[in-house]
């Protein structure tokens, strides 16, 4: 019988590499993989806790934890919002925008990036060659890795930005965009990234703005997730892929007439995140309205701040340069500690 080498490809595997950089001084590791790393464990040397490696990535958190929904849309949408499967920039653009980085000086810089999703933003990271280590709490995890797993060499893990398994300040960079007002208390998860940043280092985060006047996105959203975050993400996610499709033709007439129709759609309270005038075609647009409907009515804890509540959570006798201002996604904070 001819012999035929099974394939291992960097999506199914951890960097052995990586573990001896990022794990090494506080784990031990057992596993039967021969140089790269598909299956085995952590064991943490202080206190002999073990840490699952599944498919090439380590495990820190239960599989089922507060943040199943976000595992299940992102790998219902595994690459509905990345822009190398959408074809336009739009996750760059909003990047370069918000963060005021550039792909030069995040080249080779060491890079956290908290809650990452299905990786929209990894794939700008990995693109720009930074050095990068990747962590979301869900099963969204697997959604990134299947996409930008082959792409470069970056570490990703599943994890809890309340215990990040790394030294204090031991990152240039932490961004951290859509994340912190689906943590059960915002502040204290800002407190726990802001930690790993090195002295001189630069932090980046966007959080859902507070709006006091009603509008189409929050009112509807806010009335109905009483009762949506409770339900089962299966379920929910049937119901809005009924309704959505016959629902946004009329939403989007809606939106086309001058303050009459956001007005109307305040008022009738049906939840539809329609992305007009973003250049996506209608298939796209319907299927970015799913997701995102879902995103808004399924999460278990969504605390909107004002610009003046995130300005201040990020103020702090250590900052260096501290910006805050409205972005795409609600309001963006860009801190630089002092060196
Ligand atoms: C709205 S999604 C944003 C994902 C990605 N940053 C993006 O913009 O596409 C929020 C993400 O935060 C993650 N998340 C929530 N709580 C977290 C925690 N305690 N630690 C790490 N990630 C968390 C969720 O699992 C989810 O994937």
């Not at 960097?10 to 039967?32: A, C, G, P, W």
Request: aromatic share 14%; proline share 7%; charged share 25%.
């Amino acid at each position: 019988m001819p012999f035929s080498p099974c394939r291992v490809t960097i999506k199914d595997v951890m960097k052995r590499s990586h573990f001896t950089e990022y794990l090494q001084n506080d784990y031990d590791l057992v596993t039967n993989d021969v140089e790269d790393i598909r299956t085995g464990v952590l064991l943490k040397k202080s206190t002999g806790t073990e840490v699952e490696i599944r498919n090439g990535i380590p495990r820190f958190v239960p599989s089922e934890n507060y943040g199943n929904s976000f595992g299940f849309q992102w790998n219902q949408f595994k690459k509905t919002q990345l822009d190398s499967a959408v074809g336009l920039p739009l996750t760059e653009n909003r990047f370069l925008k918000s963060t005021r980085w550039t792909p030069e000086e995040l080249k080779g810089k060491k890079v956290l990036e908290v809650g990452s999703g299905a990786g929209r933003f990894t794939e700008i990271f990995v693109k720009y060659g930074a050095k990068l280590v990747s962590f979301d709490y869900s099963e969204a995890v697997e959604a990134n890795w299947s996409s930008n797993g082959g792409k470069g060499e970056f570490l990703l893990f599943q994890g809890d930005l309340y215990s990040i398994p790394f030294p204090d300040e031991s990152f240039d960079y932490v961004f951290c965009y859509g994340v912190l007002q689906h943590t059960p208390d915002p502040d204290r998860a800002y407190q726990a990234i802001l930690k790993k940043l090195k002295p001189g280092g630069k932090i980046s985060i966007d959080y859902y703005l507070k709006t006091l006047r009603p509008s189409p996105w929050s009112t509807p959203k806010y009335f109905w997730r009483p009762l949506t975050k409770r339900l089962k993400p299966e379920s929910l996610f049937k119901i809005i892929s009924f309704y959505i499709p016959l629902w946004l033709p009329i939403d989007t007439f809606l939106r086309r007439i001058p303050k009459l129709g956001g007005a109307l759609l305040t008022l009738m309270l049906i939840p539809c995140w329609n992305y007009v005038g973003l250049g996506l075609n209608r298939k796209q647009r319907l299927e970015w309205a799913i997701l995102d409907t879902f995103d808004a009515l399924s999460p278990a804890y969504d605390y909107p701040k004002t610009l003046n509540q995130v300005r201040q959570m990020v103020s702090s006798p250590a900052n260096g340069k501290v910006e805050v201002f409205y972005g795409s996604n609600g309001v963006v904070a860009n801190v630089q500690k002092l060196p």
